[in-house]
């Protein structure tokens, strides 16, 4: 570049002006006849021809650009089948010595050569394979004489991007480096093979429904925004960088286009001027069509992600660019508005396409600000919850609000029709009794005694007719609390029962049965909102007020009782919450015997309290007990023993017993599955429980296609929701199982963060994501990230579990593990052997838990040099 080029460009990056579209057509056809003619007689043609002297300087660097062999950015990292120009183009723009077909070894450096997967003018891209760890990638090695400054910047540009971005929806780089072949020391770079179609191909040959290809875009979102997170734009978003694998996650390829959004890696990335279009124009934003680098930023990529979720929705970009000048293009794109998605397809109409027109705005202060937002509306759209992209009516937030709680608003209504129903016949059957006894009556001279036995049965009519009216009234007041005028326009479920439950008192106190019978049903409402902490006081209120009016031993407050112990467990008051069950079971046992089916219920309940308190034998023994009775009992098709199969097969995989856990595993889930259906949550948690005891067999690839349909699922019926969370951090320690720990981390770290805003900082489940990234960190050999991390989890765990709880135990026996790790040897042991000690008392040698703190044990020693010791706890270990 000359020092005019060089000032020339300086001035235009500090001014604000733009080429119009009559601008870039003039300097196109200057620069197409410039070049046209020979080199030394360009200066002179160009000064007679171009008297704007912006212009003219605009062609000449195009010239200057020209001459170089600059050709990388069209050279993407799976070959010319993916490139930003045709064939044609390509072999045009590579220089003489680099063009003719690439030699094929048999190895590149530690690479075995295959095949060679494409190749433009600069990269030549081979599928090969890797011996440690043995794996196909895909290897992109810089072509023998295209070695100016520029190209081996790029390339190094290139493969920094990829390096830096770890996520499943993004192809991942290896290993970058440099390698010597015949033709001189050549750098190289390897990546993820990815076996699959291009997304378009995809879409033509799979034809997935509407639901489908918006979860798919979904995730496509979350790839970006994990791009975007980490400084980088990608600028050339489309259907052909764009691969879809065989398990159908979509990965984004190419980032030979990408831009650094940190300031400091701006001089190093690739300089984008004006006039020179980077990316596919059919899918370039207003503002990147306009040419001008400063203007280009992560709100660009929404844009493409936009046009990329309109064709693959319509089979045709918004904007039709085929045999169109640039100037048309770049005026279409500006001005023009894409056909509504309802001309191309009524099913499209409404909230998707309001979104997607939100993602398409011209004026980027009015797209979506990230393609997490945009991601969020989506799966917004795909749960029936509100959008964000239009300014919800009450009538459309009610209309969103029945759509997503179809059971609770048809059950309300169901409820209220059947007990006002009930009330209308037994109002007319009390009647009609009354008339015949006060006839009767009145033949034997009772008239008085008639008539007060007619008013007792008038009274009691009018009782219940008035508890229907009082829960009736209370019902449509709850919803009326929705409004979303008066409360905003997002309305939870949560935020609904929180007002309920500050009128309850005031409205119902002195209507104990009712308050009590509301209060029960929040509590176990909260519950499956994964409120526990919310649940508990409800619970408490419902327990006593059943209690003093109904009797210690009426099936409500064995109800209620029950309920409040479930929750107990949940929050980590295990002593309390085994009490109340044990009390439950004690009096089924007593009033409905041995083998009612209420009694059986109550055993699984204890078993899991059990369970929950290290007491593994006794769980063990009890949950088989009342298989053996369930199956003696109920009916052969009855669901009930599905619970219980699951449980104790959760139980035996811990016991580090998988083999036997599996059968009784499987047998759950078939139950579940016809009982409930494939997405219920009782089924998904069978599910799930198959899935980690798969895990634990070493049946990975089955493992994780289970692990994968409950996240896409929890996703698309729950949105934000521990059970989601919990699913995410289940697949994240299902890679991890495989080694592949840069595809889990960015998924256990989405698991803490979740758990930590739906579940709370101290839970239970939030805690026990937080174990799974430290361990993951630990496993990447970034102990010393882990180690913090694990220091305010066990902080964490102590205010939250109970003294002795086993789970501090194995969070204790981690940390230890993290700090061998570091070589803190003596801080270790003072961890690893008092939790080995408290293992072995609350699991059992047996446990897993126990076995893996025995290993470490081993580890530790071995490390530390202290051989004997090691030895010691080896022979414990066998």
Known sequence: ??????????????????????????????????????????????????????????????????????????????GTGFALGTPEELAAAC???????????????????LGVLGEGGMGVVYRAEQEHPRRIVALKVIRPGVESRET????????????????????????????????????????EYIQGRSLSDYAERARPGIRQRLELLARLCDAVHHAHQKGVIHRDLKPGNILVDDTGQPKIVDFGVARA???????????????????????????????????????????????????????????????????????????QEPPPLRALNRALRGDLETIIAKALEKDKTRRYQSASDLASDLRRYLADQPITARPPTALYQFRKFARRNRALVGGVAAAVLALCGGIAGTSYGLVRANAQRAAAETERNRAVEAERLAEQRRAAAETAALKVQTINEFINSMLASADPGRVGREVRVVDVLKRAVDELEAK????????????NTIGVTYFGL?????????????????AAVLGLEHADTLAALTNLGVVLLETGDLAEGEAHLRQVLETRQRLLGPEHPQTLDAMSNLANAFQRRGRVAEAE?????????????????????????????????????????????REALEIDVVAHGEEHPQTLSALSNLAMTLKALEQHAEAEALLRRIVNIRRRTLGEHPALYTAISNLARALDDQGRLAEAEPLAREAVAGMRATAGAESESTLISMNNLASLLVRLDRAAEAEPLYVELRASAQRALPPDHFTLHIFARNHGECLTALGRYDEAETLLIPSYEALVRRLGARHQHTRKT?????????????????????????
């Open 261 to 335: 959004t940190d300031a400091d890696l701006r001089l190093t990335t690739v300089r984008t001027d004006l006039g020179r279009l980077i990316g596919t124009i059919a899918y370039m934003s207003p503002e990147q069509v306009a040419g001008d680098p400063r203007e280009v930023d992560t709100r660009s990529d929404v844009y493409a992600l936009g046009v990329v979720a309109y064709e693959l929705l319509t089979g045709q970009t918004p904007i039709d660019v085929a045999g169109k000048s640039l100037p048309d293009v770049a005026r279409a794109i500006t001005e």
């Open 530 to 546: 994964g409120e526990a902490r919310d649940a508990e006081p409800q619970l408490r209120a419902a327990l006593a007020t059943r």
């Open 152 to 191: 081996l910047r790029r390339f190094e540009h290139e493969g920094q991007v990829l390096a830096w971005l770890q996520h499943p929806g993004i192809a991942q780089v290896f290993e970058t480096g440099t390698v010597d072949m015949d033709t001189g020391t050549r750098p190289f770079f390897a990546m």
């Open 1 to 78: 570049m000359t020092e005019n080029q060089r000032d020339h460009r300086q001035t235009r990056a500090d001014s604000d002006d733009r080429m119009t579209p009559e601008q870039y057509e003039r300097v196109r056809e200057l620069f197409l006849a410039a070049r046209a003619q020979e080199p030394a007689r360009r200066t002179a043609f160009l000064r007679a021809a171009c008297a704007d002297a912006a212009a003219r300087a605009e062609v000449e660097s195009l010239l200057a650009n020209d001459a170089r062999a600059d050709t990388f950015l069209k050279t993407p990292v799976l």
């Open 621 to 665: 023994q009890l949950w088989r007990d009342t298989l053996a009775a369930q199956r003696r009992v109920l009916p052969a098709k009855d669901p009930q023993p599905a619970t219980v199969l699951n449980n104790l097969g959760q139980l035996l995989k811990q016991l580090n017993r998988p083999a036997a856990a599996e059968p009784l595993l």
């Open 854 to 878: 025995l290993q470490c044990l081993v580890a530790l020693y071995e490390a530390w040099g202290r051989t004997a010791q090691a030895d010691a706890y080896r022979a414990r270990l066998e």
């Open 508 to 519: 119902l106190g002195d209507q104990p049965e009712i308050e009590a019978a509301l209060r």
């Open 95 to 113: 220089p003489p010595d680099a063009r003719g077909p690439a030699p094929c070894p048999e190895r590149i450096g530690p690479y075995r050569v």
